[in-house]
């Protein structure tokens, strides 16, 4: 793979550096405009549909990151063409896929730490032929599986898990799913109704899917894979805000443009209040579905200046960061950089609706906490969120935890604090790997 373009003299990186991580602090207010990669959520979601459509597509502009290359390789395993061909874009290839007449059985799917290729893969291996093995990194096994599981089941699908409810387990695919009415609980991921509505559309008679789950986390994810469905000919009926009628169809085969990754550009945005200054994210979407579109107006909230001009979006840090009462239940992915900027705010801030955030990479609410602690902050776990009162911070270690998103939320606070130390800098691969370079461009552009 390569990357093209990016500027003359410094292309970007496609690796993320590993190890411990010095993080760099800001020497003064500043003055940065950064690009970011494609979205992970976008990317996965049209790689899916790519392979279950009528024809060859191409993904231009797609994430090069380790969830994205785990979705690429699933895909081959069950028999579906994964091409790189040259692009425009400055962070590597675009993707050709050019979907097989029927998906095969007969390999293993290592899901590593990605949870949307668990969620997303185990509809498609009912729809192989033959057996199908999915497993996962080990300290990614424990992420909820029972939902989907027991969704194919009642769909008719064949599932050996060794009465674990949990990954790793074999799936005996029959070529076919019948589809027609479910009823699930995914208030632990909205990925379990997304993995499903996009399977959907390739079953017998398509899906009647309802949610039944006290809760229904990240909204706005949902609201992606239905319009990434409409983008390709599937029209999915909307009866209720828990309900979603898919027909049975195929979706078409077309050329798409990934957007950036919003939720990446999080930090760097975040970084104009945190240090000063003010950091520019060009291409940022008129409409977007991703979480992180919601940015503009929670850091606001915050006491940033947001500007939108010519496609961009600039955050400006202003004199005093606030402190701030917000239910994140639909942007919960946004949850470890706005604890990172609350660290630095004029009074305590809560942040709740995200219990489900305890089950992703790690269980982020006490990652946080205890990372915030290591610093001698102050923090406290809630049933279903976290309180961060704003303290004098020290230098020390904070912990990755094997999640990209607590490894960025430290680089954050490392701008104001001198000597914060990242443990395991090679966690943003998953998403970025091209983080530390950009963290330092930013930087250095200041």
Do not use: C
Request: a negative charge; zero cysteines.
């Amino acid at each position: 793979m390569t990357a093209r373009g990016y500027s003359s003299s410094s292309p970007a990186p496609q690796e993320a550096p590993r190890g411990r991580y010095d993080a760099p602090v800001a020497s003064g207010p500043l003055a940065a405009a950064i690009s970011v990669p494609g979205s992970k959520s976008l990317t996965n979601r049209e790689l899916i549909l790519a392979a279950l459509a009528d024809g060859p597509s191409l993904i231009e502009h797609p994430l090069h990151s380790q969830d994205s290359y785990r979705m690429g390789d699933a895909l081959r395993t069950l028999g579906v063409e994964v091409n790189r061909v040259d692009g425009s874009s400055a962070f590597g290839q675009d993707v050709e896929i050019v979907p097989p007449r029927r998906l095969r059985g007969g390999g293993v799917v290592d899901s590593g730490q990605a949870g949307t290729v668990m969620r997303f893969v185990a509809p498609l291996l009912g729809l192989a032929d033959g057996e199908v093995r999915m497993t996962a990194d080990e300290n990614a096994l424990h992420r909820p599986m029972s939902t989907m599981i027991k969704a194919l089941r009642d769909l008719g699908v064949d599932i050996d898990d060794g009465g674990s409810w949990s990954l790793p387990f074999t799936v005996h695919g029959r070529g076919q799913i019948r589809g027609g009415e479910l009823e699930i609980d995914a208030s632990a991921s909205s990925q379990f109704v997304s993995g499903l509505l996009l399977a959907a559309p390739r079953f017998d008679v398509g899906l009647h899917l309802k949610h039944t789950g006290p809760t229904l986390p990240s909204l706005p994810h949902i609201e992606m894979t239905v319009d990434a469905l409409a983008h390709r000919g599937v029209h999915v009926e909307r009866p209720s805000d828990r309900e979603w009628i898919v027909p049975a169809t195929t979706p078409r085969g077309k050329a798409i443009r990934i957007e950036p990754d919003l939720s990446n550009a999080a930090p760097f945005l975040a970084a104009a209040m945190v240090a000063g200054g003010s950091v520019t994210i060009p291409s940022w979407p008129a409409r977007s579905t991703q979480p992180g579109a919601q940015l503009t107006e929670i850091l606001s909230l915050l006491g940033a200046r947001v500007t939108r001009r010519g496609g961009a979006v600039t955050v400006t840090g202003g004199d005093t960061i606030h402190g701030v009462a917000l239910d994140l239940s639909a942007v919960s992915e946004l949850t470890p950089t706005l604890v990172g900027v609350a660290l630095f705010a004029d009074s305590p801030s809560t942040f709740t609706g995200i219990g489900h955030i305890r089950r992703h990479e790690t269980d982020r609410i006490a990652a946080l906490v205890n990372d915030i602690r290591a610093l001698g902050g102050e923090a406290e776990e809630l049933p279903d969120g976290i309180r961060v009162v704003p303290r004098p911070l020290s230098a020390g270690e904070w912990k990755a935890h094997h999640d990209h998103r607590i490894a960025t939320t430290g680089a954050l606070v490392g701008l104001r604090v001198p000597g914060v130390v990242i443990d395991e800098i090679g966690t943003t691969a998953k998403t970025m790997p091209q983080f530390a370079w950009l963290w330092q461009r930013m930087l250095d552009e200041a």
